[in-house]
């Protein structure tokens, strides 16, 4: 019956997008038109007057220039060190890629203003643990590294950004059959040709895309830059933006310096879908028969050296000078006896009263978040894998448009948006929550929706044909199937919500701080000890909580790839 | 014996004297239940909210023993006083009226927040007897600790002539890349320094300064500490109290204070309460606790630093206020020029 089938349709298909359209508003429209029309207004009505502003004050520009110089070598190093990587890990026979992967990970998990601070500690000119070592050496005057210059800061950046590339190129290398390179190895081609001629034009339009993911995480980072350029004297676009709201506010121009951002971000999003999308994968069939993995040689504990050196920088002495600063007295003097001391501990947890509230509303977010996200990207996935309603297409477009969005832009929208009847939500915890819900969607979906494309419909044919009504396949059949892809979207969403801080630094208010806010106050007045405590137990809370959500609801994710 | 006679002679006096006695006792009584209905009514409220740029530390320490005295909690929201501010009134602009009591070392707030009609009128117990410059004669924002601007220096890098005697020491160029200096839009006390030596030297000596390529960072008690850990030598500023006087005590330490001869910034450090405080008993409350004589002298031996209440006397190795020669900006002047300092200091330093 024709008629009862298009009924049917229509009923699935007007809460969906009644829900999607209010959330959309809530979530991205109310909060971008906001920023938009505020950049456009003064007292005096519509203006253009806040753009050339903040375009023509030469501090400014000061900043902008300053962004896209760190955007741009954060992207290049990000390249020279992901790509090798991925290669040496996926292609050839180098050892420990368990470890290797592993470690990666743990970098991803890493917020990277926790790793900006660590590096202070590390390669601060004078007090750095790094140059400390060089001088007593080399007999130098001169530092081995600065790590309070531009330099210095794409340093550290990259060290947080690579992994996207990594991630990127690795996936595609394992699509790409190796039966071409050996067909370039038996036409007598070196190693070193079939790599650059063969796999490279392959892998060249994930290599372009992870350049652009490094080059957009570089862009929306706050808690770096505000942690090595700042000291430096010098800014970038998110802590300017942050900076304008200094007491009195400069809501507008914040508003209209946050457009660039918000314009590059999609632009080059837009690049990277065109690139993936037209080009990507040309050439690259299915997974071919057997893959050897290429013999390294001689070069093959050299690799190692090599790559565990970077791994050191990202992970190992970060965490290394943590907890040595989280037990000693005195961060910069060497950890004997006499400076040896639980007392950071004490204090944080026991004596400084925001840590415990902090600690409650992080985790509070986190969970909840995490859980009305995993279940909307759950949903919205099902939804456009299944085709269940008309425009479905277009539902999964908006689930990953957020992503266009940095941090820091999309705070100040919701904070011009929240902050005024009929809807304010500032100074509650309901405005972090939408933050980072915003934030996390994309990233959600893009989990759940290949967890989804993994399960078969056919399973849930089966159990149509045998007489259960869709929800009772959806618990039965798709939900137990899907369970662990599930946990693992939580697990994500999760990770981000804890590690969150370019939109939690302005959404924030003295009553809903959550921990990286406080380990931001406390850089701010230099307690190098309890930001170490924090900044381990922040760590040690997300990776209990990881494990506590795939133990008691399902399997491993992180090591879901081996 | 002498007491039983007298006793038994000024029997009839007593008599007279009984009615006097039973007012002084009720008197006494009702002072002692007006305090304990303000006790009841502060607990009541079960908080305060209170935002302080004392140094974290010893903030959290006076919380407590607000805590352990009266029962109610203090909130305490420790940050740079331009920080404070800007936290207060963010909240305020959305509707959040949250604030209870604020304590900033920038004596220009209280006179903007006057203007906007946001401080409520309150005269801590004794305060008549408050110490100059503790005072405020409108009865709003009543100075409750007071610390001068240093230069902190590392005495394994800093020794000897190099020890700076003047504010114009620090221009020379052996100093290049070897100073630290606390932000004026994070710390108001870095505002009154800044307008202080401008007023002495003008904006030059500031331009001056920006050339040695000093190391930005944001409280005013982060210098002494960038400076203990040895990452620069000296400091363009810090705060006279918390770590750089406890340290500075320790046998065996490295960290030393220089006071410049051409004048130390003294920075007063009022305390308010909001007009439209939610805890307003519990605020006054804390006010007067933090009047005491008991607690002022806690900030004078524990901190180092200098208070309101007459009767606190100060540790031998604090210099005497009347011996210092100290620059005192007056805080209309603070209120009037703090953006314009605020936006030349990151023309001339970058951030």
Known sequence: MPSSVVRSTFDRSVPVWITTAVTLVLLMILPLGWLAWVSVSSEQGTTFANYVQVFGDPHLQKALWNTIVLAFWVGAASLAVGVPMAWLTGRTDLPGKRLIRALIMASFVTPPFLGAFAWVMLAGPNAGLLNKVYRGLTASDEPLMNIFTMSGLVFVVTLYSFPYVYIMIVNTLELIASDLEEAGAILGASRLRVALTITLPLALPAIISGFILAVLQALALFGSPAILALPAGFHTITTQIWTFFQYPPKVEQAAAFSIPLLLATALLLQLQKRLLGRRGYAGVGGKTGARRPIPLGRWRWAALAGVFAVLACTIVLPYAILAKAAFAKAWAQPLSWDNLTLANFTFTFFEYSATRDAIINTLELGIVTATVGAVMAALLAYVTNRRLVPGHQALGFLAVAPVVIPGVVLAVGLFIAYTRPPLVLYGTLAILFVAYLTKELPVGYAQADTTFKGVHPELEEAGRILGAGRLRVLREITAPLARSGIIATWCFVFIGVIRELSASIILFTPATKVISVVIFDLKEEGQFAAISVLGLFMLAMTFGIVLLMQTALGRDFLGAKD | ?351
């Open chain 2, 1 to 351: 014996m002498k007491r039983s006679r007298s006793a038994s002679s000024s029997s009839s006096a007593r008599k007279r004297l009984a009615p006097l006695v039973l007012l002084a006792l009720v008197l006494a009584a009702g002072g002692a239940s007006a305090q304990d209905a303000r006790v009841a009514e502060a607990r009541r409220e079960g908080k305060v909210v209170w935002h302080t740029a004392l140094a974290l530390d010893s903030a959290q320490r006076l919380a407590t023993r607000f805590e352990q005295t009266y029962g109610v909690k203090v909130e305490v929201h420790r940050s740079g006083s331009e920080r404070i501010l800007q936290r207060v009134m963010q909240e305020l602009a959305a509707g959040i009226k949250n604030a209870d009591v604020v304590n900033t070392s920038d004596t220009g707030h209280y006179v903007l927040l006057r203007r906007k009609n946001l401080l409520a009128r309150y005269t801590p117990a004794g305060a008549e007897r408050f110490a100059d410059g503790f005072r405020d004669p409108d009865g709003y924002a009543w100075g409750w600790r007071a610390f001068p601007i240093v230069v902190p220096y590392n005495t394994r890098h800093v020794a000897g002539a190099d020890v700076p005697h003047t504010w114009k020491d620090l221009l020379e160029p052996k100093w290049k890349n070897r100073l630290v200096m606390s932000h004026p839009g994070y710390a108001g006390s870095v505002v009154t320094q800044i307008i202080a030596l401008e007023k002495l030297y003008g904006w030059d000596f500031w331009a001056q300064l920006a050339k040695n390529r000093v190391m930005l960072v944001q409280s005013i008690h982060d210098p002494g500490r960038t400076v203990l850990s040895g990452e620069r030598a000296a400091g363009v500023n810090g705060a006279d109290y918390g770590l750089l006087y406890t340290e500075r005590r320790r046998p065996g330490t490295t960290l030393a204070a220089a006071y410049p001869r051409d004048g130390v910034p003294l920075i007063f450090s009022p305390t308010a309460i909001m007009s439209f405080a939610p805890h307003p008993s519990a605020a006054r409350l804390f006010t007067d606790f933090i009047f005491t004589r008991e607690i002022q002298q806690l900030l004078a031996d524990g901190e180092g630093l200098y208070v309101a209440h007459p009767d606190v006397t100060y540790p031998a190795d604090r210099p005497k206020l009347s011996e210092l020669k100290v620059l005192v900006v007056d805080p209309d002047e603070i209120d009037r020029r703090t953006e314009d300092v605020k936006k030349r200091f990151v023309e001339l330093f970058g951030a």
